[in-house]
């Protein structure tokens, strides 16, 4: 049997053998010695006609499955990435420095591609079981086409792919209702943010409190790294009592800061309403397509209404994301009729831990700290690059609306 070491020289690529070598006896004693199954046309075609992507493809897919077929080092590389994603029993994903193959050519891409081709028969046997529409499977599949082509072409200047860590991403798909509903993807979680939520009873009034002991800056924003808190002189940290009827604690206000001026609430007049462990949708925002507020409504109105029909018990109570869309800088970098404001508008968003660099990938399709060679393509990385040079800090944020307020998005309940 090729050993992984050997594998990894022949293909090339940079990535660190012990990396690439995890589970390699394992998906090696399952490499089919007859022929991969999903080299075939018959197998990759009706595949690819499922998560939408042109026909064009075709003849390009063609060649790279008969070139990895060819070559027994491109041939277990394919498998290994293919086991790693969908067979291991434990998380193996293959990351961004995955090997891609130079061999190939202009269709190394296309390796990662021909192994997300077995996602949408994975999806279909998981969401039946489910009893989930097929219409839902449908709309879910087309995740494939959006990662290659709203961002592998447009890293590699329109040549087809997938990225290795997006493709790892179709996993999480797999074990868990995972949907795509209209412009926005859901799944089932539990809230695991720093935050408790109160409602007035019997009224629509909202006041979110800080945990306890959850550190800030001075300007109520958290930081990744623990350590970073000491180059802020005015940094804090958290406090939250119940004491005889009352719970005392710093606010999150809904522009997502958190305040070091503490209030009070009585507990006889305002309720508990979602919290630390508490059912909720984790949101997704995927790639392409304009982000309308109609678009963003109609998709929260769709989910709480899919959840609640086919998964009746659990008490969802509301809907969470964290991303680089949620940063509230967004609103200083934008004029106030931009879509991605007017959407924040309509949530309650507050602070999460987040690094300088942090959801810069997705706008970008670069990691780190931005230099010459990010792209000024688009009007959203002009700005962001223009407010970066300013030496302001970029950072991501999170949001929440419950799901009792869905029919009120569009009116900025949260701001009122």
Known sequence: MMTAEECLLAVGGNTALAKFASCW???????????IFFLREDFWRPQREACGLSAELDPLLARAAGGIAASEALSRLIWHTYWRVYRSPVDAHAENDWPEAPALGDDRGLLCLLVGLNFPPLLQEYHAKLGLPASVTAET???????????????????????????????????????????????????TNSLVVYRRRGG??????????????????????????????????ARLEHASGVVRGNPILPTGQASRESIELPLAEWENVFSRGDACLKMHIPAGGQMSLESCGESLQQARTFFRQHFPQENIKAVCCGSWIFNPALQEIFPPSANLVRFQKELFLFPV?????????????????????????????????????????WRCGGMFILLDDIDQFGKQIYLR
């Open 141 to 191: 599949l087309q995740q494939i086409r959006h990662f290659c082509d709203d961002n592998y072409r447009r890293a590699f200047n329109g040549r087809p792919g997938l990225f290795p860590a997006q493709l790892s991403w179709t996993r999480m798909y797999l074990h868990n209702p995972y949907v795509r509903l209209g412009r926005l993807e859901y799944c089932l979680g539990q809230n």
């Open 204 to 237: 629509t009034a909202l006041r979110v409190l800080s945990e306890d002991a959850v550190q800030y800056t001075a300007g109520g924003y958290r930081l990744a790294v623990p350590e970073e808190y000491h180059n802020d002189p005015g940094a804090w940290r």
């Open 353 to 393: 831990p987040s690094g300088p660099w942090d959801g810069l990938w997705f706008i970008f399709l670069k990691s780190g700290a931005p230099d010459e060679t990010f792209p000024r393509e688009t009007t959203l990385q002009q700005k962001v690059l223009d407010y970066l040079q300013q030496g302001k800090r």
């Open 25 to 35: 006896n394992e998906s090696q004693a399952e490499y089919p010695a007859q022929g």
